[in-house]
């Protein structure tokens, strides 16, 4: 409870501090040649204390008119929120979002972060080519990366870890069988495997499905669908390409293992991630803890697999959701486009082989996997041979009372399985949802 109260008040004293920085400090171009120093804030966190060293140093090589101060720490977000009442702003702040102490948020809400669009354009130093063309599909133009989905980015998008459809790597080798890269190939596994007394599905918990549906909707109808459909936008949960994709959810649902719904719980979620183990089930919506989470009860020679989610046509796109790192800039900051050139920096390859070997993936389409672990490669195999990771969920909305989005949304494929409502009952809860929900949404 003290630690809560801890970061409520640090929270709250954000708001205030960065309330006034909304508009963007007056900065003055630098003279060429002369020098610049950019103040970064980063979280040490399990990469370790001697990555962005690394990275500074190796800017230097490219950028010698900029010193860097870093201010490192596990603890940056208790002492951030004093250099704000100080008006002691970094030029350069790597704190994620989701994270309880919710700094970047606080920025996010007092419209207090510099625009990074035009970093998406700009040259990476010490190559020819723009940092947009680095990136892969679906890491900007998100409601992270682009919180008022107004076409403006001011989170970059940093280290991801992914989430997939997890499986026994060691059946399918044994059975010979193919991982499905289409929806059409997966529905045909269901049945070959049903033959053997396999079902096709388990998850955890409904809430697990936070990573399933938004990568078939990227599937269906690209990230523009999927960023319309997770702000609400109108007409987009009843148009005949979400009809398509309650339709495709529907079939899977015949697949999903029996004992699912009865342990999709907080008690008995390990039951569903063992019938994966087991081979009672093929896939389950997961993410890369599941190999800790479960080693006790995991075999000694169990290889874990993990795959995107399957694309609606041969060759298509598939994409998973991936769990985003973001660095931001404070619009009060001095040294805004230095901050920017060093942003853009961290798209290089040189940079990316230095967060490489500390085992930190950068969204990048030439990212070098094979510098990671074999157990790391194993999970990012995927996306090395051209899966695309997603970020963002549903838009923040002021509360409405009686609306359950996870519950409506995810939830409901329980009561699809135990046949107490149809698909198009879901669709419907859904879309009604949106409607209620679409007045609401924080700009």
Not at 90 to 111: C, H, T, W, Y
Not at 159 to 180: C, D, I, M, Q
Not at 301 to 315: I, N, R
Request: charged residues 20%; proline residues 6%.
């Amino acid at each position: 409870m003290k630690k809560m109260f801890k970061l409520a008040i640090m929270a709250i004293l954000t708001i205030f501090t960065i309330a006034s920085c909304g508009a963007k400090a007056e900065e003055k171009p630098a003279a060429e040649g002369e020098k610049v120093t950019l103040k970064f804030a980063a979280i040490e966190s399990a990469y370790g204390d001697q990555m962005w060293p690394a990275i500074i140093e190796a800017y230097k090589q490219v950028n010698p008119n900029v010193e860097i101060e870093l201010n490192q720490s596990k603890d940056i977000e208790s002492t951030l929120p004093g250099l704000f009442q100080a008006e002691d702003y970094p030029d350069v702040v790597m704190l994620a979002l989701s994270r309880k102490a919710g700094i970047p948020e606080n920025f996010v809400k007092e419209q207090a972060l510099a625009e990074l669009t035009s970093v998406l354009d700009m040259t990476v130093p010490g190559e020819s080519v723009t940092v947009r063309s680095k990136l892969t599909d679906g890491a900007v133009g998100n409601n992270q990366t682009d919180p008022y989905l107004d076409g403006k980015t001011y989170l970059m998008p940093m280290f991801n870890s992914p989430t997939g459809l997890f499986f026994n790597k060691g059946l399918f080798e044994e059975k010979g069988w193919a991982v499905p890269t289409t929806w059409d190939e997966m529905l045909a596994l269901a049945e070959t495997a049903k033959a053997e007394g396999i079902s096709l599905l388990t998850y955890p918990t409904p809430g697990y499905l936070d990573s399933f549906l938004p990568p078939i909707l990227a599937a269906k109808g690209g990230t523009e669908f999927l960023n319309k459909a997770m702000s609400y936008e109108e007409g987009v949960w009843t148009s005949e390409q979400m009809t398509e994709v309650f339709k495709l959810l529907g079939e899977v649902t015949k697949y999903v293992h029996p004992t699912t719904v009865a342990n999709a719980n907080g008690e008995g979620f390990t039951k569903n991630q063992q019938l994966v183990i087991d081979n009672k089930a093929l896939f389950m919506p997961n993410g890369t803890w599941i190999v800790g989470e479960m080693a006790a009860t995991t075999p000694e020679g169990f290889k874990w697999g993990m795959t995107a989610y399957p694309a609606f046509e041969k060759d298509g796109k598939q994409y998973a959701i991936n769990f985003f790192e973001h660095i931001w800039v404070p619009a009060a900051a001095k040294n805004v486009e230095a901050a920017k050139e060093f942003i853009a920096f961290l798209y290089s390859d040189v940079a990316a082989k230095i967060f490489a070997e500390k085992g930190a993936v950068q969204p990048i389409t030439n990212y070098p996997f094979d510098m990671l672990s074999e157990e790391n490669q194993v999970f990012y195999e995927a996306f090395k041979n051209g899966a695309n990771p997603l970020a963002g969920g549903f838009a923040a909305t002021a509360p409405v009372e009686g609306v359950d989005v996870k519950g409506t949304v995810y939830g409901t494929i329980n009561s699809v399985i135990n046949g107490t409502k149809s698909v198009e009952d879901w669709q419907a809860d859904v879309a009604k949802m949106a409607d209620t929900l679409r007045p609401h949404v924080i700009k």
